[in-house]
């Protein structure tokens, strides 16, 4: 688990990116609807941060092309995204943020 930050530094409707190292994709971490949620930080659609975007009840709008992603499933909602954002596993312990990434699944030659 990543620690990302304490809860009262992420208010709701406000997000964080949170790069891990130079081969893991960056992660938005998304205060929403009273949970945490957090997806990898680039549009499915064109490469852009959607920690940059707006936040409504539990969706995330890509401040590039208005592509709207469900914070839950990562499940794009309208176009022109079509494809899904890869979602991670986040937990609170004792007032901390953390977050587990996703394995990235390997290409298949």
Do not use: K
């Not at 990898?40 to 208005?66: I, K, N, R, Y």
């Amino acid at each position: 688990m990543i620690p990302v930050c304490r809860i009262e530094d992420l208010p709701e409707g406000e997000s964080v990116r949170i790069e891990i190292d130079d081969v893991t994709p960056a992660i938005a971490v998304f205060h929403a609807e009273g949970g945490f949620y957090a997806v990898d930080d680039t549009c499915s659609h064109q490469d852009a941060s959607l920690s940059e975007g707006w936040v409504e009840g539990c969706f995330v709008e890509c401040p590039l092309h208005a592509a709207l992603f469900d914070l839950r499933t990562g499940a794009p909602t309208c176009l022109p995204a079509r494809r899904p954002v890869r979602t991670h596993e986040v937990s609170v312990l004792d007032g901390m943020i953390h977050v587990r990434p996703a394995v990235r699944e390997e290409a298949v030659a």
